[in-house]
């Protein structure tokens, strides 16, 4: 008699979960989206960091972007925002519970056009948060407009040209106190993966943008957003390595070549020299670096900035460590002899 032979039991991470158990619903976007090969390397994070899924909560706007987190991790919590106001309910996730991680994906559009008033006050306020931006230049839900990321003199495929300056989105951010700013791109699978595995780590505000191809509208001879484009222009600021909190860390590196960034959690983000020098903890450096290689037509990818040291907003506001949404009313309300005492003071 034949017996079947058992399958091999799945590959687990450190917490015992397999890679399928931080899986989301099939996508519907494009064939091609870049927008889907972030969700990929999110779900791959997650799976290598040992990210507890029910731990995680998503948050977006409105857009084809912000349609993704349905397709990646199902067992975490979600909130699809209005267009351009997921910044303020993920603020009040994070002051109701502060033990959760946050991870908001939003699009071009949601942040730089219509959100960009929510944006900037996040930006400035250092609420742990990772903030992607999937940024393909254009409105892709709605067909295809102009964002307010797209670069002047890039072209529709109508032949219509856009004259107007984009907003940097990461430039944006270091001046406002972002703490993690990085850039990357949606076809560069090894960095954007480093990249989101860092920014689990850290505690304060990541702000990402990743370049993210639209294939229906802006993928074309002429777009600055196009894979193409992306393949002849990028331009790596650094080869970046990422060694976890939970695996050896006693891996060699050379000081002279390369930055070591100790994360909050313990684990080392290492930022390997290319052929520039650059020090990712110079804020005026990193902009003026962003707005030479602009001029040059080229997208610098890789940290342009970071900072483990500076107060998270929680700190700022001296929260408890137990959750606010976990207090019970004996604790959160004052005694009706408290508010006796202050109503008296107020005579
Ligand atoms: C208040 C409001 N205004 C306008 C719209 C229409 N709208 C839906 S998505 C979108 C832009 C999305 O662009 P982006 O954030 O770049 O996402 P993408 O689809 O390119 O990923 C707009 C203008 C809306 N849904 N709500
Ligand atoms: S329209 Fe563009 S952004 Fe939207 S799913 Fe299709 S390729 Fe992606
Ligand atoms: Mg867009």
Avoid at 42 to 56: H, K, S, V
Wanted: with cysteine; hydrophobic share 40%.
């Amino acid at each position: 008699m034949s017996t079947t032979p058992t399958p091999p039991a799945p590959k687990t991470n450190h917490i015992g979960l397999a890679v399928l158990d931080y899986r989301g619903g099939k996508t519907t976007l494009c064939a091609g989206c870049g927008h889907n090969a972030i969700s990929e390397r999110i779900i791959d994070a997650a799976y290598e960091m040992g990210l507890q899924p029910e731990n995680l909560v998503k948050l977006s706007g409105i857009g084809c972007s912000s349609k993704s987190p349905a397709y990646f991790i199902n067992r975490a919590h979600g909130f699809n925002a209005v267009h351009g106001r997921m910044p303020s309910v993920a603020t009040g996730v994070a002051l109701a519970n502060h033990k959760l991680v946050l991870l908001g994906v939003s699009g071009d559009g949601d942040t730089a056009s219509i959100g960009i008033g929510q944006f900037v006050h996040l930006m400035r306020r250092n609420l742990p948060i990772i903030y992607i931006i999937e940024d393909n230049g254009v409105y892709g839900l709605t067909k295809g407009q102009f964002s307010a990321t797209a670069d002047v003199g890039s072209k529709l495929k109508t032949g219509i040209i856009n004259d107007l300056p984009p907003i940097d989105t990461c430039a944006l951010a270091i001046q406002l106190g972002a703490t993690f700013v990085a850039r990357s791109f949606s076809g560069d699978k090894k960095q954007l993966l480093t990249l989101l595995k860092a920014a689990l780590a850290h505690r304060g505000t990541v702000m990402l943008d990743v370049i993210s191809p639209c294939v229906t509208f802006n993928d074309h001879e002429g777009s600055t957003k196009s894979y193409k484009y992306l393949k002849d222009h990028e331009e790596p600021l650094q080869d970046l390595g990422f060694v976890p909190s939970f695996e050896n860390i006693e891996v060699e590196y050379d000081p002279g070549t390369t930055a070591l960034v100790r994360m909050h959690d313990g684990s080392e983000l290492r930022l390997r020299k290319l052929d520039r020098d650059y020090d990712a903890t110079d804020k005026v450096g990193a902009i003026r670096v962003m707005a030479e290689a602009h001029a040059k037509g080229e997208v610098l990818t890789g940290v342009f900035y970071v900072n483990t040291q500076a107060p998270s907003f929680m700190e700022m506001l001296r929260l408890t460590d137990q959750p606010l949404s976990s207090l019970g009313q004996d604790v959160l309300r004052p005694s009706p002899q408290a508010l006796d005492e202050i109503m008296e003071a107020l005579r």
